[in-house]
Structures are given as C-alpha cells and as structure tokens.
C-alpha cells in the first residue's frame, strides 16, 4: 500500500559542525565632507590638497588627519563611535576654519573658506577656543542635555553590544552554542533597530541555533536510547524554527534600512545581508537533511530562499537551492507551493532529477484524495519520467515506483512530458 510520508528519508549519519559566524560590530566609522573657496567675485571651486585635522571635545586623543582630493572631497575614516568631534581646516593661500561640534558618522561636513595667509591652529588654540565659546541659552542647554543623555545611551548600549558579542563568539568558537545563544540575544536586545549590531548578533544566534540542531541531531541519530531519540526530535526542530526567524528578523532590518543609514556602515551593511541569506541557504540546506523543518516558518524559507537564489550568481548553487525550496514545501506537506517551486527548479534545470521527481511527488500528494483525474494525469507523466531518466539508486525512485503503481492501477497511462522538460 502507498504511503502518504514515503519521502520523508532518514540520514542514518552524524554531520559534522562547520565554523560560520557574522563579523564583529564595527566600532569606527568615518566622516566626510567637502572644501570649498569663496573667491573675491562670489564665484566657488573646490580647495585640493587641504589639510582636514579631527579633534575630540571631550578628551585628548590622537585621531587620523586626511587632506582633500582634487574634488575638494575628504573622508576621515577610523573615527570611533562615541564622543564629539570638531574638524579644522588649513591650507595654502585660505583661512583656517574650524566646523560646528558634530558627532561620530557625520557626513556632509562642509566648508566655505575664504582667502587667507595660510596659517594653521594648533591644537592648544583649538580646545582654547572651544572652551571661549560663551554660554548656551535655555534652549541651547535643553539640547545639550538631551544630547548628553543621548550620548549615554548610546554609549552604554554599544559597550553591552561589543561586550555580549565577544561573549558570544568566545562561546561560540568553543561550541557552547547554548552560551553563544544567550550572549547575542542579550546583544540583539540592547538595540534591536540598529542595522551596525542587530543583523550581526541576529544572524550569529541563527548561526548558533543550527549548529546546536545538527550537534543534537548527531546525537539522536547515534544514540540507542529510545527515549532520548524523543526528547530531542522536538529540540531540533525548535532550534531551527528559532534560526529562520532569526534570519527572517535580520533580513527585515536590512531591507528597511535607509541610505543614510547605510552609508555609515556600507561594508559591514554589505557583508551582512550576505551572510543573512547565506545562513538561510545554510540552515535550509541542514534542516532538510536532518528532517527538522517547521511548517511555521514555511513563508519565511519561502522569502528568505527566494532573495537567495535571486542573489546567488553560482548556477549551480542556485539550481540546487531552488530544489531546495520545493523539498522543504513538500515536507512541510504544502503541496501546492512545493509545486510552484519545483516548476521554478525545472526552469533553471530541466533535466534536474529531484526537481522532476519531486514535481511529479507534490502533484500526486495534491491530489491524493481528490478527484482531479488531470492533475493525476500530470503526477503520473513526471513520475514516469522520472523512472526513465533518474540515476537506479537515487532515493526517491522506490516511492515514486509505488506512486505510479498507484496511479496505473487508476486506470492511468503514462503521457510524454514536453520537450523543455
């Protein structure tokens, strides 16, 4: 008699852990802006080969000087982020300037410097100034203030976050993934909205929790105990549920971010959507070889999958995780969307056996207990198809032998499948 779970196939060996894990939190950031001279006719050009010197208000700290390009353009990179700046400008034949205070991150600090003798501040004449500004108004103190507690906030947030996330990796790199896991959730919480540590501490507690998985997994599939066999099938399966919404959460950050936002951190921004969708592909990848997935993060795989493959420039890669996809559907008994997915695959590779097979699979779970005779019609052909060309030890051929066996005894023959299949 056919089996309705005759697909779900154990894989009676251990995995072995690999070593992924999301970069630190960057902790510099840079400034940028532009010099420009106001020459005696009201007319402008840019100022090449300025001298741009960054000092902190608040301590006596060395911090890197730039000199503008030919645009009249600089960037200060490896400015930390924390503490207030002020940038002062200097060259030949201008006036020295100084800017407003501004903040770590600042970008389009611009200057409109006159003629000059060229000569240059120091830094004691700088701070002196600083310290002359004169007194604030109520208003200008109510923002100092809330600018302050900002500041803290701020601060204390980031020490939390670099703190949880060194944790997070010593314990991760030692496998105690459920110490890892804590330590970047407990990151993640001290700033949930920020796209420099939230993708990074999210993707590394996704990380964690499948590696966790597959350690439970290579477990269970070696032990000889019943009744631990049972108590972690349900751990497994959690652990990657929470993994996917993990990746889910860092990917939303990450497409709501906004381009000013993005320009702070451009290569960390960069490198972290990868990793969101490599740890997806990752965890599908494991989830499907360990038969740990979760129906209720099928949408989720669906996205997620979805921007992967789009991402991926590795044909092969791409073909293998659109097959994916329609294995994960079809496990999560979601027969209609594993049909959508498996068309996909077999757009990419026609020839693809899994892709062939498990379409022919997903339209006869379809239509199992129905009446739709066409539908049936179809399961037969790709299955059929699927006998003739699949390799004799692939394995899914013996249930999809029962399955047209089922449909022949249906009163069903087997048709041709079109050319481009």
């Not at 999210?202 to 108590?231: C, H, I, W």
């Not at 997915?341 to 892709?355: Q, R, S, T």
């Not at 198809?385 to 692939?394: K, V, Y």
């Amino acid at each position: 008699m056919f089996r309705k779970n005759y697909y779900l196939f154990v894989f009676a060996i251990a995995l072995f852990l690999g070593s992924n894990i999301a970069i630190f939190a960057q902790t510099t950031s840079e400034i940028s802006g532009r010099v420009e001279l106001k020459k005696v006719d009201g007319t402008t050009e840019p100022v090449a080969g300025a001298l741009i010197e960054v000092y902190r208000t608040d301590k006596k700290v060395t911090l890197p000087s730039v000199k503008t390009d030919a645009a009249g353009n600089f960037t200060v990179s490896g400015v930390p982020n924390e503490g207030e700046y002020v940038l002062a400008v200097s060259g030949e034949k201008i006036k020295t300037e100084v800017s407003n205070i501004i903040s770590f991150g600042a970008k389009n600090v611009n200057f409109l410097v006159s003629p000059g003798d060229g000569s240059r501040y120091s830094e004691a004449q700088i701070r002196e100034a600083l310290a002359k500004a004169g007194d604030l108004t109520a208003e200008q103190k109510k923002e100092r203030e809330e600018f302050e507690a900002k500041k803290k906030q701020v601060e204390g947030e980031t020490q939390l976050i670099n703190r949880a996330l060194s944790e997070g990796i010593k314990a991760y790199t030692a496998k105690d993934f459920d110490l890892a896991i804590v330590k970047f959730e407990e990151g993640y919480q001290a700033n949930t909205k920020y796209i420099g540590s939230a993708p990074i501490l999210l993707n590394n507690k996704g990380s964690s929790l499948v590696r966790r998985a597959v350690l439970n997994y290579n477990t269970m599939v070696q032990s000889k105990d019943q009744a631990q066999k049972n108590e972690l099938r349900p751990k497994i399966n959690k652990d990657f549920e929470d993994a996917i919404d993990a990746f889910s959460k860092a990917w939303t950050i990450i497409k709501d971010a906004k381009p000013d936002e993005i320009a702070k951190i451009q290569k960390n921004f960069d490198e972290n959507k990868v990793l969101t969708l490599t740890f997806t592909q990752d965890a599908v990848n494991f989830m499907i070889k360990t038969e740990g997935t979760s129906e209720a993060q099928k949408d989720n795989v669906r996205t997620l999958m979805g921007e992967y493959i789009a991402f991926e420039k590795d044909a092969k890669k791409k073909e293998a995780a659109q097959v994916e996809v329609g294995l994960y559907m079809l496990r999560v008994v979601d027969f209609e969307n594993a049909i959508v997915e498996y068309h996909k695959a077999l757009e990419i590779a026609p020839k693809n056996p899994d892709a062939i097979g498990g379409l022919g699979l997903s339209l006869y779970m379809a239509s199992f207990e129905s009446t739709d005779m066409a539908r049936k019609q179809e399961a037969l052909n790709y299955m059929q198809h699927f006998l003739d060309t699949a390799p004799e030890n692939h394995p899914l051929r013996a249930g999809i032998d029962s399955g047209v066996e089922d449909l022949k005894a249906q009163k069903l023959k087997p048709q041709k499948v079109s050319a481009k299949n």
